[in-house]
T-cell receptor
Framework: QKEVEQDPGPLSVPEGAIVSLNCTYS??????FMWYRQYSRKGPELLMY????GNKEDGRFTAQVDKSSKYISLFIRDSQPSDSATYLCAMYHGANNLFFGTGTRLTVIP | GAVVSQHPSWVICKSGTSVKIECRSL??????MFWYRQFPKQSLMLMAT?????????EQGVEKDKFLINHASLTLSTLTVTSAHPEDSSFYIC???????????FGPGTRLTVL
């Protein structure tokens, strides 16, 4: 079993839709959770960073962490074509290494 | 703040040659830098963790004599792919951790093509 599972998609939505991206994980020691956005042929860009359970909102983006279910989500409201990218979840527990999901490829259709 | 650069952004080389990729933290000191590789439509795979002034820690299956990592200063780490072969063609991405913080900030990546 992989440490982090993420549906690779692809996911296509119309402009303005609410997007829900999810990851599950197996290691209950994970405490730090991140979402990265990666455009084609570019490095990942940190979008959201949360510690432990709860919600965090930043503009159109909301990150949720449910440690009891080992489940994290990223919601994008009023999605825009510029949101088209691959979204990677990542997490770790204080050691050096980040554990990444495989990434979900999102396309927002104008 | 927290900008990481990589150079070159792309490189094409002949089989058997060595290629050096630089990773710099431009506006912060990075005590720890990480090197990843990413194949098309796949996620990032950690190759090694590099701490300033000490030897890099390589992930299982990564040949340390083939992928030489040097972290000579708090703002610069280099990855040298020695005797490159076509199967080494990939997207190499570095990241840097700022101080004792937990976030990793990624560089824009270097696309290596070995002919």
């Amino acid at each position: 079993q992989k440490e982090v599972e993420q549906d690779p998609g692809p996911l296509s939505v119309p402009e303005g839709a609410i997007v829900s991206l999810n990851c599950t994980y197996s290691n209950s020691a994970f405490q730090y959770f991140m979402w990265y956005r990666q455009y084609s042929r570019k490095g990942p860009e940190l979008l959201m960073y949360t510690y432990s359970s709860g919600n965090k909102e930043d503009g159109r983006f909301t990150a949720q962490v449910d440690k009891s279910s080992k489940y994290i989500s990223l919601f994008i409201r009023d999605s825009q074509p510029s949101d088209s990218a691959t979204y990677l979840c990542a997490m770790y527990h204080g050691a050096n290494n980040l554990f990444f999901g495989t990434g979900t490829r999102l396309t927002v259709i104008p | 703040g927290a900008v990481v650069s990589q150079h070159p952004s792309w490189v094409i080389c002949k089989s058997g040659t060595s290629v050096k990729i630089e990773c710099r933290s431009l506006d912060f000191q990075a005590t720890t830098m990480f090197w990843y590789r990413q194949f098309p439509k796949q996620s990032l795979m950690l190759m090694a963790t590099s701490n300033e002034g000490s030897k890099a820690t390589y992930e299982q299956g990564v040949e340390k004599d083939k992928f030489l990592i040097n972290h000579a200063s708090l703002t610069l780490s280099t990855l040298t792919v020695t005797s490159a072969h076509p199967e080494d063609s990939s997207f190499y991405i570095c990241s840097a951790r700022r101080g004792t913080g937990n976030e990793q900030f990624f560089g824009p990546g270097t696309r290596l093509t070995v002919l």
